[in-house]
């Protein structure tokens, strides 16, 4: 059974990560369209990516105190879609691996712990047989001890 499950979670995390583009799509298109995406959730990424974007240009370049003129707002929307919808694809990659990583733990949490059970067992047999070797020789001294004291019998 939990061989065939290991295929299934691949091919489940595959089909969410597959989902994830047009989802990440369909959140632009739609993102383009409302004016408060536009002016809260995309507009200030935007702004923000094109400002630190230019400012390490512009000292690459050997200027260091150029201003930077921020994008319109047709410009800052369209580039804030696109960093929300490389964003959505990003967070959904990242929580797939997550949830790989956890399932890979879960299994090696249990694979060392089945490991510690059987070594548990195998240290109990041993205590127990040593358990009966030292009462095996035990008793075998004492055997020895009492044919050792039979008087010894002449043949006749």
């Avoid at 298109?29 to 702004?47: G, H, I, L, N």
């Avoid at 003129?69 to 929580?95: C, D, W, Y």
């Avoid at 041993?126 to 010894?152: I, Y």
Wanted: charged share 25%.
């Amino acid at each position: 059974m939990v061989v065939g499950a290991f295929p299934i979670a691949k091919l489940l995390m595959l089909g969410v990560r597959q989902i994830s583009r047009p989802l990440a799509n369909s959140l632009k298109a739609s993102a383009r369209r409302s004016e408060f995406f536009k002016a809260y959730v995309c507009q200030p990424p935007a702004q923000a990516y094109h400002w630190f974007e230019m400012k390490l240009k512009m000292r690459m370049m050997g200027f260091k105190n150029a201003q930077v003129q921020p994008l319109n707002e047709e410009m800052a929307a369209e580039l804030g879609s696109e960093l929300l919808g490389e964003a959505i694809v990003f967070i959904v990659g990242g929580a797939c691996i997550m949830a790989e990583y956890m399932r890979q733990s879960a299994n090696s949490a249990k694979k060392e712990e089945e490991l510690h059970s059987t070594l548990r067992n195998l240290e109990q047999q041993v205590a127990h047989f040593s358990l009966t070797v030292e009462e095996m020789d035990a008793r075998l001294r004492e055997t020895n001890r009492l044919v050792l004291s039979l008087p010894a019998q002449r043949p006749k």
